[in-house]
């Protein structure tokens, strides 16, 4: 008996002929949507955590990481964890498949591709705050549709504490560097 596309659609651990599993594609896939929930939140004084996709299975990922074992499918959302230690800054991104990985820099979410291979291109590890700021602004700008405003764009820096701007915060990063930007 052979099953069909849908039969393996159905299973999370169900590969297809092809070695596919499509429950994880389909969750990558759904947390590049511009529509799905962003939100960035503080683990500790020193560790911050950027959530693309569902809210709930971010919780759910969390938990999970901590308590070993949550549920036996794929989460739809995708995370970046920073964090600041005794080393320095660390930064670590997980996928909806559960492999999670360390990196210099990464983007995630809607417009992500493009983002991630400008942020590798001009990553360096003596950036400066504003020169990072700069950057992301940069990019930002040319894969957002959307004008960049407090109101679609969270910033958070771990350096070494975490601190969540506030939107009058992100107003000002906006401002300087769209003046910056006029020149």
Same mark, same amino acid.
């Given at each position: 008996?052979?099953?069909?596309?849908?039969?393996?659609?159905?299973?999370?651990?169900?590969?297809?002929?092809?070695?596919?599993?499509?429950?994880? !594609?389909? #969750?990558?896939?759904?947390?590049? +949507?511009?529509?799905?929930?962003?939100?960035?939140?503080?683990?500790? =004084?020193? %560790?911050?955590?950027?959530?693309?996709?569902?809210?709930?299975?971010?919780?759910?990922?969390?938990?999970?990481?901590?308590?070993?074992?949550?549920?036996?499918?794929?989460?739809?959302?995708?995370?970046?964890?920073?964090?600041?230690?005794?080393?320095?800054?660390?930064?670590?991104?997980?996928?909806?498949?559960?492999?999670?990985?360390?990196?210099?820099?990464?983007?995630?979410?809607?417009?992500? !591709?493009? #983002?991630?291979?400008?942020?590798? +291109?001009?990553?360096?590890?003596?950036?400066?705050?504003?020169?990072? =700021?700069? %950057?992301?602004?940069?990019?930002?700008?040319?894969?957002?549709?959307?004008?960049?405003?407090?109101?679609?764009?969270?910033?958070?820096?771990?350096?070494?504490?975490?601190?969540?701007?506030?939107?009058?915060?992100?107003?000002?990063?906006?401002?300087?560097?769209?003046?910056?930007?006029?020149?």
């Amino acid at each position: 008996m052979f099953l069909t596309r849908t039969e393996y659609d159905r299973g999370v651990n169900t590969f297809s002929l092809e070695g596919r599993l499509f429950q994880v !594609e389909y #969750a990558i896939e759904a947390i590049k +949507e511009p529509s799905s929930v962003e939100k960035i939140i503080e683990i500790d =004084e020193h %560790i911050g955590c950027a959530m693309n996709g569902l809210i709930a299975d971010a919780r759910s990922t969390l938990v999970e990481h901590a308590c070993v074992e949550t549920q036996s499918r794929p989460f739809g959302v995708s995370l970046l964890i920073a964090g600041y230690d005794e080393n320095g800054p660390n930064l670590y991104h997980t996928d909806p498949s559960g492999t999670f990985w360390q990196c210099n820099a990464k983007a995630i979410g809607s417009g992500s !591709e493009g #983002a991630d291979s400008s942020l590798q +291109e001009q990553y360096n590890k003596d950036l400066t705050l504003k020169e990072a =700021e700069t %950057i992301t602004h940069s990019i930002l700008k040319q894969v957002m549709k959307e004008k960049i405003t407090p109101n679609n764009v969270d910033i958070a820096k771990v350096a070494p504490t975490y601190h969540l701007y506030t939107p009058a915060e992100v107003e000002a990063v906006i401002s300087r560097l769209s003046l910056f930007f006029a020149c």
